[in-house]
């Protein structure tokens, strides 16, 4: 099971069912262009497992550096299909990802999760992640969410 880099339309468009399970607004005609937007302009990179050519997991990641983490990989998004979890491929995206964060010198390493995604917790937690903070959020602008 190989970690790949979703770097062409075709590598990008492939991942849109994955993670319309985790951001279901997202709309499929604006799939592609949304994550070349994200990555021209926030340094988003996309990764993928794929099994006889479908992805059945999906991480999307960025680096940041902020006051109070310094350089840190963030991760805007980790999901496994509904139907291929518990096989391993979340655990083999978050090896690669914290990897990543190693190789890049960042000192932290961050993602929030929904309050009700408790297997993904779990996954996290095994991973010697903490939970740390509280997260707080406005909707601004209900058209672009």
């Not at 988003?44 to 497992?49: G, S």
């Not at 083999?92 to 929904?114: E, I, N, V, Y």
Request: net charge negative; with cysteine; charged share 15%.
């Amino acid at each position: 099971m190989n970690v790949c880099v979703a770097s062409t339309e075709t590598d990008i468009a492939a991942c849109y069912p994955v993670l319309h399970e985790l951001r279901p607004h997202l709309q499929e005609h604006e799939f592609v262009s949304r994550v070349q937007r994200q990555m021209h302009n926030h340094g988003y990179t996309l990764l993928y497992i794929a099994v006889s050519a479908h992805v059945v997991a999906a991480a999307g990641y960025r680096l940041i550096e902020t006051l109070s983490w310094g350089r840190t990989l963030y991760v805007d998004d980790l999901i496994t299909l509904s139907n291929a979890r518990t096989q391993g491929y979340g655990g083999k995206l978050m090896d690669s990802l914290m990897q990543t964060a190693r190789d890049l010198s960042c000192d932290q390493f961050h993602l929030d999760s929904g309050m009700q995604r408790h297997d993904a917790h779990r996954l996290y937690l095994n991973h010697g992640l903490q939970i740390n903070a509280h997260h707080f959020s406005a909707l601004l602008n209900p058209k672009t969410a």
